[in-house]
Every structure is written in structure tokens, then in C-alpha cells.
């Protein structure tokens, strides 16, 4: 690894972030004997400048942040870590030390995910055709899925590409709308496919 530390007065800012949701745990600082460490023991560790010594994140709380890799920016004065936390990471119980949960999030989808749930939970169905949807059951909705994986799998014979996109996320979306009929959320089919991950 290419990092001179020395570059920036014994100390290094190292970003430390899930390498599961990509989500920023926290910021610490590293000199040449905690990267050392870190890499030795798989646990990331700091120079605390409080303590004025090395410090492993979890050596009190138990809440360790195993390393999965080490990267150094453009410049080489800065680390992003990636690791896997056990508990949180923030020494006041939040998951972060933005206060934020280190939820997984898929973007666009995730915002979609919350826009289904709201519209469920406001139920206006004359307005909303999700709440309409929802009101007429899972038996409908199930068969709205069916049509359109259908629908996708005929869009996908022909060569309008077009068609196939749109009739592929009429199924995206519908599918989003079942797995919360059903009480589920696309990251519980991301966790079942990490499981069958080898």
C-alpha cells in the first residue's frame, strides 16, 4: 500500500465506511503504527489524539469494525476503509455518528419502496392506484405480477426495446408493491440471494 503517512504530519484522516449498505460510519485518524495494527488484527485501529495513544475502535464496547479493505485517495492523503461493523459504531448507541441508520439503500428503489408505503398508508384508493391495489388484495395483486412478467416475457421476443423496458419495470414495480402486500421489502431478497452467494 502506497500511503506516506508522514506526508501529513504523523496522522491521516481515514473514512470508514459499511462494505455492505456503503454507508460513512465515521471519520478517524490513523499514523503508520494503527495501520499496521489494523492490518495485523483485522480490526481497525486509530491513534486517538485524546488519549494520545492507539485506539481500537470496540477494545470497550465490543462494537468492532472488522476491515475488509484499506484504499488510498487520488493524493494519497486520505484512507477510505471499508469494514463490517458488529453493533454500532457511534459511542453514544446510534449507528453512525451522523445519528443516522446504517440501513441498505438502493437509490431510486428505496425512494420508490417509501412512496408505496405511503400511498398504502394514506389509502385514498380514488386517488392513488397503489392504494387501489392494495384495497382490492393480494389475489390482485399477485395476478397483476403474473400479467406482467408475461407481458415482459413477450416484449423480450420482439425488437422493440423500448416496449420491453417499460413493460420491465410495470413488472419492477408491481413486484415492489407484492413484497410489501406481503410484508417484505427488496432488501429481504437481497439478503436470501447473499445467502446463496458461493
Not at 476503509?81 to 458488529?86: D, T, Y
Not at 440501513?103 to 398508508?121: H, V, W
Amino acid at each position: 500500500m502506497n500511503v506516506d503517512i508522514k506526508s501529513a504530519h504523523g496522522l491521516i484522516p481515514a473514512i470508514i465506511q459499511d462494505s455492505e449498505t456503503k454507508n460513512v460510519l465515521m471519520l478517524g485518524y490513523m499514523n503508520e503504527e494503527s495501520l499496521q495494527k489494523t492490518i495485523e488484527t483485522q480490526k481497525v485501529t486509530f491513534f486517538s489524539r485524546s488519549k494520545q495513544r492507539l485506539w481500537t475502535k470496540g477494545e470497550e464496547s465490543g462494537n468492532f469494525l472488522n476491515l475488509v479493505s484499506i484504499k488510498n485517495d487520488c493524493d494519497g492523503d486520505t484512507l477510505l476503509i471499508q469494514a463490517k461493523p458488529v453493533g454500532p459504531t457511534c459511542h453514544t448507541g446510534a449507528d453512525t455518528c451522523w445519528q443516522e441508520p446504517n440501513d441498505a439503500n438502493y437509490g431510486f428503489i428505496s425512494q420508490l419502496e417509501n412512496t408505496i408505503k405511503t400511498r398504502r398508508e394514506n389509502a385514498d384508493s380514488e386517488k392513488s392506484y397503489v392504494a387501489s391495489l392494495f384495497e382490492k388484495g393480494i389475489n390482485k395483486i399477485a395476478q397483476k405480477v403474473g400479467e406482467e412478467a408475461v407481458e415482459v416475457v413477450i416484449e423480450a421476443k420482439d425488437e422493440n426495446d423500448d416496449l420491453f423496458l417499460s413493460e420491465s419495470a410495470d413488472l419492477l414495480f408491481h413486484y415492489l408493491i407484492l413484497l410489501q402486500a406481503k410484508g417484505f421489502q427488496l432488501n429481504d431478497v437481497v439478503e436470501v440471494l447473499k445467502k446463496r452467494q458461493k
